[in-house]
């Protein structure tokens, strides 16, 4: 929207309240507050909110929505959940699914602090399966992008990639510069995670040429996100002194203490520390603490506190610690998932140092272990260059092999555990022994059940892999999932997580595995979908076997074994095994 359009917008608003016509303020107030940049000040809430003294229904309801999204937009969530929230009631009374929609991204925005994160969690996954009942482009791409954003907090990397394949389906068949836009900057994140700088460097042309063609006002903000990102992996200074420069301008004209958190980071970096702790001191004005626990919040302590320990200011890393700690196993992610920025025990690992204590193990371990799991490249180097470990350490003999009277040998080679045995070790020892190998689960099915010689089927369409009422079950089940590993990452009861992820992983994959883009029902033939579920079943249940005696192994397999429709194991080159097969006996 141009100037002039804002200014005929503000005088068709004038007219209709002059005329007593609601209808038309509420339609003048959409278009006064339709464009929102990024750290723009608040214009709409007052139009916005006269009109939405005076409607009623869905028209209230609908003003109710862009009222929130703009009081959270403003970083106001307090003043924006009262109308999230009656938006919400209004259409679950409607049974309007379109305003429900929205009325859920607004109920994600009021809670897009660090302690809603199961909220986001479950809220989002309504979203998701809600837009699968719709077609507008903007209801999907929202859901994506929510869906997205929580994956990369919980680093849940599956729904990472199946949520990036969303966007670009729905980027080529929208045909929206702006859903093509948005696609392209998250697979230019993601690119940036796994350390594909070629890939990274062409979604930012991609995203300027998108962007520019949908008119969309946050397109250099997303290019400078991206930009940024590059120029940090690169290691080039000049272009990180250029954006810190760029950042330092905006967060200071628009007042936005997160971007100058992410300046003082870029001038450290480009060599500038004094300029870096001269800015320090303007975000951490106040304290830490007085930081709003909102979207930002997470972005803007942990880089502060990695500022704090980059110039040595001992107060403001013990604060940023101390105020982190309690988010151990998240990642931390700038707004919508624009960029993923660490995890949150890299950050608590780095203030050992200036704070004078004896390295943690705690927080090395488990910063390198969520970097395996999304695949972060370069942040993973940067953690094992820090920590004298650069070079994956020597490979390791590990025994997965049976031993006769229904008993398997599990563990390091000299002091393997004795389990009893399960189907699914025969499993996990065909992929094993064929690293790398794409193997349908009809065909391990088959091999391991002794029936590799007959040749498998293609089947036409049986009906869907998953009736509704499963698909809503396992929703459901997913949902207290996520809240049991809120509570087990509170009480760092790991043994219990890992059982929990493993579980929400499975229920997550037989979901993907039924349905298409969208939540849609897929049709799958019989014997495939019997094979899919009880190699995924099995496996599961071996790993849980495996997990009370060894759980180191159980989180390697975990991380490098993947099931589902087609299974396979990919081996993680930093930590390096030799397998002990021994044969399989009939």
């Given at each position: ?5 804002r ?28 464009v ?33 999204r703009?009081w ?28 429900e929609a ?6 994600l ?12 969690i ?13 077609t ?8 994506a ?29 929208s ?31 991609k ?16 290019v400078?996100?991206?930009?940024s ?8 200074r ?7 420069a760029?950042?330092?301008a905006?967060?200071t004209?628009?007042?936005i ?20 702790g001269a800015?320090?001191?303007?975000v951490v ?12 919040w ?18 403001v890393?013990?604060a ?8 151990a196993g ?22 050992d ?12 371990a488990?910063?390198a ?13 940067r953690?094992?260059s ?15 092999a ?39 689960a ?12 007959r ?48 579980e ?9 595995a039924?349905?298409?883009?969208g ?6 033939g ?8 009880a ?13 009370q ?13 993947r099931?589902?429709a ?17 044969p399989?006996?009939?």
């Open positions: 929207m141009t100037g002039e359009d200014d005929g917008a503000l005088r068709a608003f004038e007219r209709a309240r002059a005329a007593g016509d609601v209808e038309a303020m509420a339609t003048a107030a959409f278009m006064i507050a339709a929102r940049p990024f750290g723009a000040p608040l214009l709409a809430p007052g139009y916005l909110h006269e009109a939405y003294l005076s409607a009623s229904g869905a028209t209230a309801a609908r003003l109710a929505v862009e009222l929130a703009c959270a937009y403003a970083g106001e969530p307090a003043r924006a959940a009262p109308f999230a929230d009656e938006a919400l009631a209004v259409a679950e009374r409607m049974a309007d699914p379109v305003l929205a009325a859920l991204d607004a109920e925005l009021v809670h897009w602090g660090p302690d809603d994160l199961s909220t986001r479950r809220t989002s996954s309504r979203l998701e399966g809600l837009a699968g009942r719709l507008d482009p903007q209801t999907r791409l929202s859901a992008l929510w869906r997205l954003t929580t994956a990369l907090e919980s680093l849940d990397v599956v729904t990472v990639r199946r949520q990036l394949r969303v966007l670009d389906a729905l980027a080529e068949e045909g929206s510069p702006r859903v093509q836009m948005f696609a392209a900057s998250r697979r230019g994140m993601y690119a940036l995670v796994v350390g594909d700088l070629d890939t990274a460097a062409t979604q930012v042309t995203v300027r040429r998108c962007g520019e063609a949908a008119s969309e006002p946050d397109t250099e903000a997303l400078h996100v991206l930009t990102g590059l120029a940090r992996q690169k290691g080039d000049a272009a990180l002194a250029a954006e810190a760029d950042f330092e905006f967060g004209a628009h007042g203490r997160s971007v100058l958190a992410e300046a003082a980071l870029f001038w450290l970096e480009a060599g500038e520390a004094d300029r870096a800015l320090l001191d303007q004005a106040g304290g830490l603490d007085a930081v709003t626990r909102d979207v930002d997470a972005l803007t302590v942990a880089t502060a506190t990695e500022v704090a320990a980059g110039v040595g200011n001992r107060e890393a013990e940023g610690r101390g105020l982190l700690e309690p988010y998240r990642g931390v992610v700038n707004a919508g998932g624009v960029a993923f920025v660490g995890v949150v025990e890299d950050y608590l690992r780095i203030t140092a200036v704070l004078g204590r004896e390295r943690d193990p705690r927080w090395t488990g910063a272990t969520g970097y395996r799991r999304l695949g972060a490249r370069w942040w993973l180097e953690l094992q820090s920590t004298g470990g650069a070079r994956p350490g020597p490979v390791s003999r590990v025994v997965l049976p031993s006769g009277d229904d008993l398997w040998l599990v563990g390091a080679e000299g002091r393997a555990s004795t389990l009893r045995a399960v189907k699914g070790f025969r499993y996990l020892h065909l992929l094993l022994s064929r690293p790398g190998a794409e193997l349908s009809l065909e391990l099915s088959a091999a391991v059940n002794g029936n590799a010689a040749p498998t089927v293609a089947q036409s369409d049986l009906g869907p892999a998953l009736d509704r009422r499963a698909l809503s079950e396992y929703r459901r089940r997913i949902a207290e999932l996520d809240e049991e590993l809120e509570q087990t990452r509170a009480w760092a009861d790991h043994g219990r997580s890992e059982r929990a992820v493993a929400r992983d499975l229920l997550l994959a037989e979901i993907a039924a349905t298409g883009l939540g849609r029902p897929r049709p799958a019989a014997d495939a979908e019997r094979a899919r579920m190699v995924q079943k099995a496996v599961t249940a071996a790993l849980q076997r495996i997990e005696l060894e759980p180191s192994i159980a989180r390697l397999l975990r991380d490098t074994i099931t589902g087609t299974c396979s194991y990919h081996p993680d080159p930093d930590r390096p095994v030799t397998w002990v097969l021994g399989l006996r009939p």
